[in-house]
C-alpha cells in the first residue's frame, strides 16, 4: 500500500496507511494517530481525510473518530480499544462496524 503524505511545517512525510491506528477529528483538522503514539494533525476534516485513506481498512465510529480495523483489540457496543485508547462507538455506526470485521464465530 503506497504512503500518503502530509505537511508538517515545511516538511513533507509520509505516513504508511497501516501504521495509522486511529483519527479524531479537531474542528477543522484531523489529528492523525499512529500506532506507536506519535500524531500528526492535518488540516482537513475527518471526513475528507477518510476520502485519502483505504476504505477496506478505515472505518468511522463516531462522529469525531475513524479506526483502523487492524489495531483494533476489544470492542462491545459502547466503545472499542485501539491500543491504550478506548473510543466510543455511537449506535448508528456499530452494525457497519461488525460488518467489516472478519469474525470467526
Not at 500528526?40 to 481525510?49: C, G, I
Not at 465510529?61 to 483502523?68: L, P
Not at 457496543?77 to 462496524?97: C, D, M, T, W
Request: proline share 5%; hydrophobic share 40%.
Amino acid at each position: 500500500m503506497p504512503p500518503i503524505f502530509t505537511w508538517q511545517g515545511k516538511q513533507l512525510y509520509a505516513i504508511k496507511p497501516e501504521e495509522i491506528a486511529l483519527l479524531c477529528a479537531e474542528g477543522d483538522y484531523t489529528k492523525v494517530i499512529l500506532a506507536d503514539n506519535t500524531f500528526f494533525r492535518v488540516k482537513k476534516t475527518l471526513s475528507a481525510t477518510l476520502t485519502k485513506l483505504p476504505t477496506e481498512i478505515f472505518i468511522r465510529i463516531h462522529r469525531s473518530y475513524a479506526v483502523s480495523i487492524n489495531h483494533i483489540k476489544t470492542l462491545d457496543r459502547q466503545q472499542l480499544a485501539v491500543g491504550e485508547h478506548f473510543i466510543p462507538i455511537s449506535k448508528q455506526y456499530f452494525n457497519s462496524i461488525v460488518e467489516k470485521l472478519n469474525i470467526l464465530g
